[in-house]
Nanobody, 122 residues
């Protein structure tokens, strides 16, 4: 069982930056692939980024590539999402997720946080 708690969301102007954190409970954090997804009002939840167990491999959605960076600290049981050059279309609730495989679909992840709101004003 893994419990995930996101933090770091907020309101930022276009072009600004935010860093999201996701703290995980349990001693098996390093056994899970970690990912970030987001869901805008009226839209389906979509993949943002994923990171491998050791952090050596990452993958990003085309819409955030070059602007967002996912990282993890297994000693702190935490995964991060650094978001730079934010755009209004990045506005969404951001969720972290833990799973056993590195995939970009929601059904690949067994554990989810409650989400944190990110709002980017123009």
């Amino acid at each position: 069982q893994v419990q995930l708690v996101e933090s770091g969301g907020g309101l930022v102007q276009a072009g600004g930056s935010l860093r999201l954190s996701c703290a995980a409970s349990g001693r098996t954090f390093s056994s899970y692939t970690m990912a970030w997804f987001r869901q805008a009002p009226g839209k389906e939840r979509e993949f943002v980024a994923v990171i491998s167990l050791s952090g050596s491999s990452t993958n990003y959605a085309d819409s955030v590539k070059g602007r967002f960076t996912i990282s993890r600290d297994n000693a702190k049981n935490t995964v991060y999402l650094q978001m730079n050059s934010l755009k209004p279309e990045d506005t969404a609730v951001y969720y972290c997720a833990a799973g056993l495989v590195s995939v970009i679909v929601t059904r690949g992840y067994s554990y989810w946080g409650q989400g944190t709101q990110v709002t980017v004003s123009s």
